[in-house]
């Protein structure tokens, strides 16, 4: 075989499994690998735990599989033991550690992590989609008043992502002020907006990735060239300083890195880092 | 006081905290106690991490703390050492068993988890999260051709935010077919849907979940009405039964579970979870 060989690496959980996949991609990045990822979500009972361990036995006969665990239900982890391979268990260390120094035994229930462990916050953050969908773009300064952040800037900077992550994951009610040419000749921003102070947020990029992403969309266009990119970001952060609107530039963030310097911001979150407002 | 004395709980990172704080609480809701959370992200070198440090002793005058680490970089990983209270280390112990087992040391990069680890993957996802919002809803048959999947089901049994989330998540350009009147009295999905199947996947509710959800949005409407609720619910499972198109009752499940179940359903995944259209 010309292709490299890969690992086989499982992500076992009796929940998504997402946290199982997130953290042990994260540990896998440190390293220099090949890998063919497997994902078992939902791992409930012995019976599905004795498949999951004859897959990994299969795969432990071509090359020595990593294996990552997340799986609180103890029958379940009782069925996985001994498990051929790299075994990297998630929670264990986590839970005895806190069994010993609390004095209590966990509950073990599973699925804690992504489920409605809450359902009054759950639909809050639903509500918070709907509200973000609702609300992206060419909305009236009206619903602006509603909104818990207004994300400002130029086309192409983020902001509708951005207001859709920061709806899913923290039911934070965000809706977006694209900049127009209108507001860059004015050089102020509309009253009514900037009576929202301290919920608006900037988000610009760096010309030159915001002529490429533009270019994606609009080839050859006025709008992708990168001197009206230039033009609309030091416009967009003259605009910002004018009215001492706090800003961030997007190029190399993601929008979890994004949501998380604005959550930050807005920092009236409760103990459970959902916002409130 | 009369209030319960909460126990200070810190999630430090050098990336965003996102997997500190959702294992952490994951790990957290396994038992009893009520706690005062602050998340310190971005931790990124000794004079941010010795800050962190001074809050961590500040606050175990008072009550012993829990800490949460999700730290790569080597340099703020040491500054953090002896810190008071429980402290919960959860990437050293799988770093440790992959360093010895591979016969590697860890590159110890930061922010690998949430961060914009490959460009394009990260621009399909933004592309992803686009087509979801454009075609949200009331869109022609034409587009829904275009879609990896095409959410079926009666109003506000989540194809919307379950949409979103594949989108944000995954790069998986979802669709929504809303099932109306007219596809209940026709008792047959629309030829040109039909061609679609394999990309179909049905979303219901129980009807009481239904009713209660409906009732927020327009109270004493027929739409809301039980009635008319159970009326749709079984017609949907019907047109799925008759088109083999699979289904999940939604009520009690998360946009994260669901997302997850049609995942397996698409199972077009790459190594990396990443959909391959």
């Known amino acids: 075989m010309s292709e490299p060989q890969r690992r086989p690496v499982f992500f076992i959980s009796d929940g998504t499994g997402i946290t199982a996949e997130t953290l042990g991609n994260s540990l896998l990045t440190q390293f220099v690998g090949h890998y063919d990822k497997r ?26 599989p990593i294996v990552f665990l997340t799986v609180m239900d103890r ?5 996985l033991e001994g498990l051929p391979g790299i075994v990297i268990d998630l929670v264990n260390h986590g839970l005895e550690t ?5 004095g209590q035994t966990a509950t073990r229930r599973y699925g804690q992590a992504h489920g409605i462990a809450d359902a009054e916050t759950y639909r809050d953050r639903m509500a918070a ?22 994300l400002v800037g130029p086309s192409r900077c983020g902001k509708t992502p951005t207001s859709m992550y920061l709806a899913i994951h923290h039911g934070v009610r965000a809706s977006n ?22 919920t608006l947020y900037g988000l610009v990029s760096s010309p030159q990735h915001l002529h490429q992403v533009r270019t994606e969309r609009r080839p050859h266009s006025t ?35 994004i949501s998380t310097v604005i ?11 959902r916002f409130v407002p």
């Not at 029958?75 to 069925?79: C, F, G, L, M, T």
């Not at 009215?243 to 979890?256: A, F, G, K, M, N």
Request: proline share 3%; hydrophobic share 40%; aromatic share 8%.
């Open 39 to 64: 994902r078992y979500p939902f791992v409930l009972d012995t019976t599905e735990a004795d498949h999951v361990v004859r897959e990994v036995h299969t795969a432990a006969e071509h090359s020595e």
């Open 75 to 79: 029958n379940v982890r009782h069925a």
């Open 98 to 102: 806190l069994e010993s120094a609390l």
């Open 129 to 150: 989609v709907e509200f973000a969908l609702e609300h992206d773009d060419g909305q009236s300064l009206r619903v602006l008043g509603l909104s818990d952040v207004v």
């Open 177 to 198: 002020y694209p900049l127009l040419d209108e507001d860059f000749d004015a050089q102020v921003l509309p009253e009514s907006l900037r009576e929202l102070h301290g």
């Open 223 to 257: 709008y992708a060239s990168l001197e009206q990119c230039r033009f609309e970001i030091s416009a967009a952060k003259r605009l910002f300083a004018a009215h001492d609107i706090p800003y961030l530039d997007t190029s190399t963030r993601s929008i979890e890195e």
């Open 263 to 273: 959550l930050g911001f807005l920092h009236r979150l409760n103990s459970d880092n």
